[in-house]
């Protein structure tokens, strides 16, 4: 059984920065799609950032519209850890952050696609709550 705890989250001003980390434990998988995915109070799920992360390292990022230039998604393979770098944040970035994680046998594009479509993920963390007040 595959698990993810997120860590990270809390309470900025507007400009600040914030780290979150989410450690995947369980089966091992040598090829996946991890991403991060957010849900402010009365939306959807959106994503946020997806990496296509190999056992020998990542392949490629991916980045939703409004968090490009500011956040950077990553992965510590060796300890299969994904991380999200969150610069320059905004009070629109208020929302619960969760990441997840599936097997991907079908490489970067299909990745990619998976911003857009939270629904595919099989494994999900509990969330940790990011708030930015201006």
């Known amino acids: 059984q595959v698990q993810l705890v997120e860590s990270g989250g809390g309470s900025v001003q507007a400009g600040q920065s914030l780290r979150l980390s989410c450690v995947v434990s369980g089966d091992l998988y040598n090829r996946q799609c991890l991403g991060w995915f957010r ?21 490629g990022s991916y980045y939703a519209d409004s968090v490009k230039g500011r956040f950077t998604i990553s992965h510590d393979s060796a300890n299969n850890t994904a991380f999200l770098e969150m610069n320059n944040l905004k009070p629109d970035d208020t ?3 969760y990441c997840a994680t599936i097997r991907n046998p079908y490489g970067s594009t299909w990745c ?23």
């Open 39 to 59: 849900q402010a109070p009365g939306k959807e799920r959106e994503g946020v950032a997806t990496i296509y992360a190999l056992d020998t390292g990542p392949v």
């Open 95 to 97: 929302a619960m952050y």
């Open 112 to 134: 990619r696609s998976t911003l857009g479509r939270p629904t595919v993920f099989k494994y999900w963390g509990q969330g940790t709550q990011v708030t930015v007040s201006s």
